[in-house]
């Protein structure tokens, strides 16, 4: 599957911030790691780089993975993607883009719980 940044992405809302799938697929798992990255003059500084995973993201469908945290510091990043389709397919991007979505808008999907579970 070739994974289109415009289905599938990382959303920001009011406060929180939610993996969104818009695309037709379904996914049994998906895994990224996340952090932030800083500059102190000429130093760029990297965070702790955390991998999270969840399970069984239905198509059409959008998880609240974490509350903003106004006093981080830095740009934050969704890397390493990993999907794996119901059918086993598998496909890995480098990058999840970062979209902020307008505040009279809601999230896309149907709003799903799951729980993120922090592999690494």
Request: negative net charge; glycine residues 4%; charged residues 30%.
């Amino acid at each position: 599957m070739i994974i289109d940044n415009m289905q599938i992405y990382i959303a920001e809302l009011k406060g929180k911030i939610a993996f969104v799938n818009e695309s037709n697929t379904a996914f049994k798992e998906i895994s990224y790691s996340t952090g932030s990255f800083f500059s102190d003059g000429d130093t760029i500084i990297q965070s702790a780089v955390p991998r999270f995973r969840l399970k069984d993201i239905p198509a059409k469908s959008h998880v609240i993975i974490e509350d903003v945290d106004v006093f981080e510091d830095g740009r934050i990043s969704y890397t390493n993607a990993k999907f794996v389709e119901t059918n086993g397919e598998v496909t890995e991007v480098m990058y999840l883009k970062k979209r902020e979505i307008l505040a009279s808008d809601p999230f896309p999907g149907k709003l799903i719980e799951r729980e993120l579970e922090q592999i690494s």
